[in-house]
Every structure is written in C-alpha cells, then in structure tokens.
C-alpha cells in the first residue's frame, strides 16, 4: 500500500526543468523519500533519496518542504530521455522494503 | 548495468507449469527484493530477504515462494502458473547494513509469459 500520491502524468518541454510533485502526508520521523524511475518496461533507475535536507545529484535535486509532507524531484534541463515514469516512494528505517505506488508518466516533448 | 544479474531474461510456459526465477544481486549487497509487473501496471512488491533470512512480505501469492541462498543469490519459484501470472518480475538488491538510506538497485527483469 502506497503511502504517496503522485499526478499521474505530466509533460515538459524539451531543455526546461521538471518538477515532480509528490505528496507524503502521513511520513514519519524516520522514513525516507526515495525517486525511482522507469524508463519502458527497463529495471527501475535509483535518482535520488533524502530525510529532510534538499539534495542534489548529477540526475536530480530533490526538496523536501519543511514539514515533510511533500516533496518536488527537479530534473533541471529534461531531455527526450527523461521520458519515464516516475516513482516516489516512502521508506522507513524499520521495516525497508520499498512499496511503489502508481508514479507520474513524464513525457518530454521536442 | 546495475550488478543485478537476473535470469533466464524471457521465460514461456504453459498454465498449470512450475518456473523459477534466479537472481545474483550486485557484489556485497545482502537484500534482495522481489516484484511483479503486469502489463501496464505498477509494481507490486513481493518479498525481501536480507542474508538469508526473509525481512518483509508484500502481495504474494501462496503459489508463489522464494528463498535466499548462502551465496546470497534469490530464487523465486511460481507454481500452478495461471495466464494471469504474466507479467515481468524484477529482482533488487541493497547493501548493508539495513537501514532505510541504502539505496536498491534493480534488474532487468524476467518475462513470464504464462500461455
């Protein structure tokens, strides 16, 4: 049972910067935010993670709002690469498994 | 590549039939998790083992069973295939220790095609 709720699907133009959204209303203390995405029917691709810092990376940056109930996956300059489906996932430090709701479908257009 | 090594990569079969799954997680890493993908679904988290021993149930059917091995690779055996029992299973792993910031890396999959 997932415990985020992401827009199902999203576009974006091609060089722009996308923002995914992703509600987590119910996060506790020690529980992860965790973004996979899916490119086809490809393994899914570790982006990025975090507990209440914004992070970055060479993918992504990822901000967490202060009372962590939501957080934003920002890909800063999309490519037609980038088109994928997108998971957010909560984690907890108790119990890792990771339950993967229904993700955003972002498609990035020329 | 992840490191995760899964096989056979297609697998087909006929309904009533037993397969198994094989998974060789990446060097060091001692969880491995289990999902089901049907057509145009999400993923569905099966299973997790972590050094041998099985952490975290999800949806998994009673036909289905798997098990992590002293190698640490994982084998998932699906038994009474039924047509719905399509679908692609990945295989991830994560290192040490088990904690929530270990990140997992996936396979390339399985596909059952269950005829």
């Known amino acids: 049972d997932a415990k985020t709720t992401q827009p199902p699907s999203m576009d974006c133009a091609e060089g722009r910067a996308a923002n995914l959204p992703c509600n987590h209303s119910t996060i506790s203390g020690n529980e992860y935010v965790y973004w996979y995405r899916q490119i086809h029917s490809q393994g899914p691709q570790y982006i990025i993670h975090?507990?209440?810092n914004n992070e970055t990376n060479e993918m992504a940056s990822l901000i967490i709002t202060e009372d962590r109930k939501s957080s934003t996956l920002i890909l800063p300059h999309a490519t037609l690469r980038d088109t994928a489906v997108y998971y957010c996932i909560v984690r907890s430090q108790t119990n890792n498994d990771m339950r993967f709701g229904a993700g955003t479908r972002l498609t990035v257009k020329p | 590549d992840s490191g995760v090594t899964q096989t056979p990569k297609h697998l087909i079969t006929a309904t009533g039939q037993r397969v198994t799954l094989r998974c060789s997680p990446r060097?060091?890493?001692?969880?491995v998790y289990w999902y089901q993908q049907s057509l145009d679904q999400g993923l569905q988290f099966l299973i997790q083992?972590?050094?041998?021993?099985?952490?975290a149930k999800g949806n998994i059917l009673e036909r289905f069973s798997a098990q992590q091995f002293p190698d640490l690779h994982s084998e998932l055996n699906l038994s009474s295939l039924e047509l719905g029992d399509s679908a692609l299973y990945f295989c991830?792993?994560?290192?040490?220790?088990?904690?929530?910031?270990?990140?997992?890396?996936f396979g390339q999959g399985t596909r059952l095609t269950v005829v």
């Open positions: 083992y972590y050094n041998g021993e099985e952490r």
């Open positions: 991830a792993s994560s290192p040490p220790p088990l904690r929530a910031n270990t990140e997992a890396f």
């Open positions: 975090g507990l209440k």
């Open positions: 060097s060091g890493d001692l969880s």
